[in-house]
């Protein structure tokens, strides 16, 4: 088996080779510092420079107006789903959340402890396998949830949902920095790195500043995104190293082009897989439908459930990690992330087709 295997888990993720070398070789010392980026005081001048660093790199890749916080914080896209209603649902008390998949509803789950959710559609009738085209929206929403792409289900918005005037609010956990986007249509985007732009730990949250207004000094300290604004992430010990990796990626991708170059790549990666799988005769079966494909993460099935188990067997052994579906829906799913190199998509596409043909 090579050195490292083609790594398709859903999160945590792949990460590009380059930064993981670069990463390394100054792990132990950081070029001119003396001591380790784990090491270093979040206070200290070297540190202004990486989060400065990242911060102003992710604005360019996103062209995030200057009139949005950018914060990187802790506890996962889980913890925002708590602090976005706590935050912003005051004082309509009132939220529209489109549900699409585990994540969305655990979004409303957490909401409901605040106030009240409409739910403005929903695609669980149907097992998940569609974005919805239409939705019921209220007209006295404080905002509009939605989550841009769906892990464990393999379907993706290809664009915002459209909800007027009404904050819309995202979780892009796993498909930020896929592509560009208009942020100016958003009032709060928020990420766990861990799937498409950096190690677990760390959390990136865009912020409108308009917002602000609507948080209440009433909510615990750490839950206010005032408190983090006001303090530029830094209120307490930020998670530093991941922070670093963030920067070390967004700096691989502005040297990959940018996000339309990277947008481009993603396209010919999920083309070549889902290719395969129409392409098969009805021997892989892709779940979510054609118009509601995730570009990020490719889910199907084979005919029964014990090929599926030998198929996943036979891609460890041959080098293929990660293939193995949600344990909450079985079967098959490839994520293939920025960082993902097309070869690995290429051989997996290989290892599909000589399976096929030596079970079908």
């Given amino acids: ?103 969305s509803k655990k979004a409303v789950k957490e909401a409901k402890k605040v106030g009240e959710v409409n739910i403005a559609a929903s695609s669980e009738e149907t097992g998940f396998d569609r974005i919805p085209t239409e939705l019921n929206l209220s007209d006295d929403a404080s905002y509009v949830h939605f989550t841009s792409n769906n892990t464990i289900y393999g379907t993706e918005w290809k664009t915002e949902p459209e909800v007027g005037d009404v904050p819309l609010v995202c ?84 040297n990959m082009g940018g996000l339309d170059a990277m947008y481009n790549l993603n396209n010919e990666k999920a083309e070549l897989l889902y290719n395969c799988i129409d392409e098969s005769e009805g021997f892989y079966k892709g779940h979510a439908q054609k118009d509601s494909r995730s570009v990020m993460n490719v889910t199907f099935n084979l005919t029964n459930e014990e090929l599926e188990k030998k198929l996943i067997a036979e891609a460890s052994e041959s080098g293929f990690g990660g293939v193995k579906g949600h344990r909450s829906i079985g079967g098959l799913r490839a994520s293939i992330y920025n960082a993902c190199p097309k070869v690995a998509v290429e051989e997996l596409v290989k290892f599909m087709k000589d399976f096929q043909q030596r079970n079908g």
């Avoid at 799937?195 to 615990?220: A, W, Y």
């Avoid at 750490?222 to 010990?237: I, R, V």
């Fill in 171 to 254: 979780d892009a956990s796993s498909d930020i920095l896929h592509k560009k986007i208009d942020v100016s249509k958003y009032g709060i985007i928020y990420a766990g790195a861990q799937k498409n732009m950096g190690p677990s730990g760390v959390t990136l949250v865009i912020i409108k500043d308009d917002l602000l207004e609507r948080c209440p000094d009433s909510l615990f300290t750490m839950l206010n995104y005032k408190t983090h604004t006001e303090k530029d992430s830094m209120f307490n010990t930020p998670p530093v190293f991941g922070i670093y990796m963030i920067g070390l990626v967004a700096k691989w991708l502005k």
């Fill in 1 to 103: 088996m090579k050195e490292r295997i083609y790594n398709f888990n859903a999160g945590p993720a792949v990460l590009p080779e380059e930064v993981l070398k670069e990463a390394q070789e100054n792990l132990f010392s950081l070029p001119g510092v003396g001591m380790s980026v784990l090491e270093i005081s979040h206070r200290s001048g070297t540190f202004d420079k990486i989060i400065g660093e990242a911060k102003g790199d992710l604005k360019s890749l996103l062209s995030i107006p200057d009139n949005y916080h950018i914060l990187f914080l802790q506890g996962g896209a889980s913890t925002q789903f708590a602090m976005v209603p706590m935050n912003i649902m005051p004082p309509k008390n009132k939220a529209d959340y489109i549900v699409t998949g585990s994540w």
